[in-house]
């Protein structure tokens, strides 16, 4: 059980779980603002391969994670996600980047573009590359992106000396798809319900609940949730196989 804890920060994901039978309980924390999903029942790739059963995520407040709030990529069986407040998650929104040049300077946990206009925390937890160097973003403004220490202990960034002032470097693409909860893999017998997964101005959370091509839905319920502000409400790639979804408000 995992229950009323503060998780912030993290250049990676909030809370990791994966490739175990369960049961577990996530309930009551705060998981906001790390670098890649609030809450992520992940595939370890090769050894048990169980179906997840009797995982239960309720009443987290789980907002300004860099990608989705709540991802599901192994299978998942009578699992309960019931009131949740997932809100603007998807931060990581920014495009790819190039650039270099006189407006580009370099300190020992930073880089600055005087010509860059970022969104706030568009770049977190992506890998930044310079001339050979490679670093990740904790976090970003405008103009400034500040870079996670290459280990711990130490102060400096960078694997060799603080590149020259001008070096070119690059940023790769945020993914294009951003939801409060995505499924991505089999959810069988799925409860998902009283939920506040909403978009409340940052324009950054691409989908309430998204249902990918990989993933499905059978005899799940779905009802309850506020959906509101999302560019999509529920986004259906694969479309769900009986169970029952009602007033989901968002979803008219």
Known sequence: ????????????????I????????????????????????QDLGEGNRAVAEEIVIESNDIWGNSLDGIRSDRPVR??????????????????????????????????????AGWPEDGHRGKVLRVDGRFAVVASNDETTLVLAPNRPGIDSVWSADIP???????????PDDRAGLTLNASCDSVTIRGNLIRDSGSGTQTAGIWITERGSCLNCR???????????AIRADTSAVGGHWANNHGDQ
Do not use: K, W
Not at 164 to 174: D, I, N, R, V
Not at 222 to 229: A, F, K, M, T
């Open 222 to 232: 779905v009802v309850e949730n506020d959906l509101d502000g999302n560019r999509v």
């Open 1 to 16: 059980m995992l229950t009323d804890c503060l998780i912030d920060g993290n250049l990676r994901d909030g809370v990791s």
């Open 78 to 115: 009578d699992t309960v996600i019931i009131n949740n407040r997932l809100r603007n998650n998807g931060r990581q929104c920014a495009p790819a980047v190039e650039g270099g040049g006189e407006s580009v300077r370099y300190t020992e946990n930073t880089l600055v573009d005087q010509h």
């Open 164 to 174: 020259t002032p001008g070096t070119p470097y690059e940023l790769p693409a945020a």
């Open 18 to 41: 994966g490739n175990t039978r369960g049961p577990y309980t996530v309930r009551g924390n705060r998981i906001t603002g790390n670098g890649r999903f609030g809450y992520h029942h």
